[in-house]
């Protein structure tokens, strides 16, 4: 089998199990010599493919997405032609349920961005300084309180052998 080939029999074995196919089925049906040779050949077509950059993949499936709903929006017009309620319902939902995964996948339900910059002018001993003074200039405006209160017992501990 040339390279060429190779490479698109791995592809397929890729594509049906992203369908949820069973190794066995993929090896089966793309005559791998096992279950095991399939997975590798997967695994190191995976390698070969550098990742897609995230804003790719994001319009990519953006662009999925957007096709469904044209189909949707066309099988929804028959069916009101048709006079079919349900099916028209049934789109309907499919189509904002579309409307919703694109927004989500785009972020446009994500909150509105807040950036908080902090600047920190003043060191942890400078801090700690001005925070006794603060504390002792707060002592100093209190009132004198006895420092002696209640019933006093003197006692002397002695230890016995």
């Known amino acids: 089998m040339s390279r060429e080939d190779s490479r698109r029999r791995a592809q397929?074995?890729?594509?049906?199990?992203?369908?949820?196919?069973?190794?066995?089925q993929i090896a089966e049906s793309e005559g791998f010599r096992s279950r095991r040779a399939a997975q590798l050949a997967v695994a190191r077509l995976n390698d070969s493919d550098p990742p897609e950059n995230l804003d790719r993949a994001r319009r990519t499936a953006s662009d999925g997405l957007r096709i469904t709903k044209?189909?949707?929006?066309?099988?929804?017009?028959?069916?009101?032609?048709?006079?079919?309620?349900?099916?028209?319902?049934?789109?309907a939902r499919a189509i904002a349920d579309g409307i919703d995964k694109?927004?989500?996948?785009?972020?446009?339900h994500a909150p509105a961005r807040t950036e908080v910059d902090v600047n920190v002018t003043h060191d942890a001993t400078a801090i700690i300084d001005r925070m006794e003074s603060?504390?002792?200039a707060?002592?100093?405006?209190?009132p004198p309180q006895n420092a002696i209160?209640?019933?006093?017992?003197?006692?002397?501990?002695?230890e016995t052998p």
């Open 102 to 108: 694109d927004a989500k996948l785009n972020g446009l």
């Open 134 to 136: 603060e504390l002792l």
């Open 70 to 91: 044209s189909i949707m929006f066309g099988g929804m017009a028959e069916a009101v032609r048709q006079g079919d309620h349900q099916a028209v319902v049934a789109y």
């Open 138 to 142: 707060l002592v100093a405006t209190r």
């Open 12 to 24: 397929r074995a890729r594509d049906l199990r992203a369908t949820g196919k069973t190794w066995q």
């Open 149 to 158: 209160s209640g019933n006093i017992i003197d006692a002397e501990v002695e």
